[in-house]
């Protein structure tokens, strides 16, 4: 290649010589893009407990009381926007953070954060060893294509299943390595 | 600092040799590789459009490769506008000083690291440390390959060739301020490394990244982790700095939703993996460069056999349903990519001119496993085959091959041929073929040769045999 080019311009001559004449492809999109699933809440509830996370389905009016009953005690980060006060600042010594999601998944057991209102930054639903999750019935969607769809990839994106883990001494899993080891997901609904 | 793969000694079959003695290693590859093989095969029988999925899979990725050009100003765009920088690496080289530069920019003198095959591939972690910056791995398995001065063996789990106990060795060892009464139990192990690297996380200012995708269209970035090492270096740090092959795009935002289900269930076996990091540009404050790697891919986008490799999402299902990977191991390989993958990824990229590279294509018994479970669906045996051609072979075989060629080209010469073995066949040894000829009589007997070629019993009284029952 000459001297003096770039490695960009470099990198893209070298490219366009070597898929000259390659034939445009077709891509098929015959997977299931659209799932029906009668019972998303049970099916969530189900998958997300697989991951050995902690799951309750909530009504909405004992939402509030049934938050009381998990913090118990616990130095417990509250974002903007959460709709609740009286939050612990500092992340080092917080106990545990609440947030809300963007979005929840059923056939995977998936939590989305977007880190928008209520859902806190990266840092704050990282640091704390327990995270409480409130996930809002009608946030849950059958599949990942249904939650890609409704997504915002501007936003930084946090997709959530279960505790933190390892399986990389013998294949043994382990919950809880640098993650939250504790996740609660309370499902009001 | 863990050793690098780059000029390694040895071939194939003398590596492998020495691995299938080891006992330990085996019962520890065979353990691990059938416990992941069965999960996948379970999450994977859970869709029912798993070959459509696979399919799409397949077509994104040579969409991908066919337009490469165009989709990568689309992600140099979008990243930038999203307040990212760019930059571009002909050859490991360049990626190393790139980052190395910036690095230095920063003033900082420790990095922390996500496990990535991009940086491990150019050896970033030894040139980093060539200038006085100290990179630290933060995935379990490779902080154990790390700390213990090895060379990872697998893609997916790189310390899958370590035993409990020879881990909380390498830890009483190497970690500093571990408990001396440290068991090996994993889950006190997997804490020990948590305390370990917990302060890291927190007073580390630079963060080396790989990802396992771009978006073209968004210019975001993906990162599929378990332990949330992923997610701490990702989002503390001031400076990330993620270095990443040029074939790891997709063109759409959409294409995620294909592999966000083939890879985790192909790789861990698991419905989704605990934690998946997206993020476009610099984010929350952050400083973000992206440096993307050539490396040896160009050359192998110009091999229509060969490019389908640059398919692969690096998920090493077809490790883990390997014949030959389960007995010989990660190490005889020779590279950072082992496994059916490795052998035909590693002699493209690096070209042919080493013992070693030259004896990957071989390393396999063509089953075809691997072609099966490949979730975007890259054809490995049709790539060995053809890279075996490609490879140089010793003049004698080659002359060797010439001769099979123009005796069985013409049916008259092929039973001379057969009609002379027949009458020396008393002398043909049935082990110990001399010179080049007794690699294969190493393992193997020499066939017997017949009394008579079938073509002259035929001749003699097939023939006239069939004529008679009709």
């Not at chain 1, 990198?11 to 070597?18: D, E, G, N, S, W």
């Not at chain 2, 003695?21 to 520890?28: A, E, I, V």
């Not at chain 2, 920063?106 to 200038?131: C, D, F, R, W």
């Not at chain 2, 999402?313 to 020779?334: D, F, M």
Request: with cysteine; aromatic share 6%.
């Amino acid at each position: 290649m000459a001297s003096g080019m770039s490695a960009r311009e470099e990198i893209l001559a070298k490219v366009r010589a070597a898929v000259a004449g390659a034939p445009t492809v077709e891509i098929p999109r015959g997977y299931r893009t659209r799932r029906q699933v009668d019972d998303l809440v049970g099916l969530f509830a189900e998958r997300v407990g697989d991951y050995r996370a902690i799951v309750r389905v909530v009504p909405s009016a004992e939402l509030g009381a049934t938050i009381d009953a998990c913090v118990h005690g616990r130095r417990m980060v509250v974002p903007d926007g959460f709709g609740r006060d009286g939050g612990w600042d500092d992340l080092d010594t917080a106990d545990g953070v609440m947030t809300h999601c963007a979005v929840a998944i059923a056939e995977t057991g998936t939590i989305v954060l977007d880190h928008g209102p209520g859902q806190g930054t990266r840092a704050q639903t990282l640091v704390p060893d327990y995270h409480l999750c409130v996930v809002l019935a009608d946030q849950i969607v059958p599949g990942v294509p249904e939650a890609v769809e409704r997504l915002d990839p501007s936003r930084p994106l946090t997709w959530i299943s279960g505790p933190s883990a390892t399986s990389d001494i013998e294949l043994n899993r382990v919950e809880g390595v640098h993650g939250p080891r504790t996740l609660e997901v309370l499902i009001s609904t | 600092m863990s050793a690098t793969f780059i000029g390694m000694p040895g071939n194939f079959p003398k590596n492998a040799e020495k691995a299938v003695q080891d006992s330990q290693l085996r019962f520890n590859l065979r353990k691990a590789t059938h416990t992941i093989r069965d999960k996948r095969a379970e999450v994977v029988g859970e869709l029912p459009d798993w070959g459509e999925l696979r399919a799409a899979g397949k077509a994104i990725k040579d969409d991908v490769l066919h337009n490469l050009d165009r989709y990568l100003i689309q992600l140099e765009e979008a990243v930038t506008r999203a307040g990212g920088t760019v930059h571009w690496a002909r050859d490991a080289a360049e990626a190393n000083r790139i980052v190395t530069d910036l690095v230095k920019a920063t003033g900082e003198t420790e990095v922390v690291k996500v496990k990535s095959m991009a940086t491990q591939e150019i050896g970033l972690n030894e040139a980093l440390a060539a200038h006085g910056i100290a990179a630290y791995e933060t995935d379990l398995a490779e902080l154990i390959v790390q700390l213990g001065d090895d060379f990872p063996s697998h893609i997916l789990v790189p310390a899958i060739h370590r035993n409990r106990s020879e881990i909380r060795e390498i830890f009483l060892d190497k970690m500093p301020g571990v408990s001396r009464d440290l068991t090996d139990d994993p889950p006190a192990l997997t804490e020990a490394a948590r305390l370990h690297l917990r302060d890291r996380f927190l007073r580390s200012k630079v963060a080396i990244s790989g990802a396992n995708f771009m978006v073209a269209e968004t210019g975001t970035l993906v990162v599929l982790e378990s332990e949330g090492n992923g997610r701490m270096c990702l989002s503390l740090p001031e400076t990330l700095i993620s270095v990443v092959g040029i074939e790891k795009l997709l063109p759409s935002w959409r294409d995620l939703e294909v592999f966000l289900q083939l890879l985790p269930r192909s790789s861990t076996g698991e419905r989704m993996n605990p934690y998946t990091s997206m993020w476009t540009g610099a984010v929350e404050g952050q400083e973000f460069h992206l440096v993307l790697l050539d490396n040896g891919r160009t050359d192998v986008l110009a091999d229509e056999v060969g490019r389908q490799a640059l398919r692969c999402i690096r998920c090493s299902a077809c490790l883990n349903v390997c014949p030959v990977y389960e007995r010989a191991g990660g190490h005889a390989y020779g590279s950072v990519y082992p496994g059916p993958i490795g052998a035909i990824l590693t002699p493209q990229l690096r070209g042919m001119t080493t013992d070693l590279d030259a004896s990957l294509p071989f390393a396999s018994s063509l089953c075809g496993a691997c072609y099966d479970v490949c979730p975007v669906a890259i054809d490995i045996p049709e790539v060995l085959v053809d890279l075996r051609a490609k490879a140089p072979h010793a003049a004698a075989e080659r002359a060797a091959m010439k001769v099979a060629g123009w005796v069985l080209d013409d049916h008259e010469r092929l039973a001379t041929a057969q009609r002379a073995a027949t009458r020396l066949r008393r002398f043909v040894p049935k082990k110990g073929l001399p010179g080049p000829m007794s690699a294969w009589t190493d393992t193997r007997d020499v066939p017997e040769i017949p009394e008579e070629s079938f073509r002259d019993w035929w001749e003699r009284a097939g023939r006239s045999a069939s004529a008679e029952e009709r």
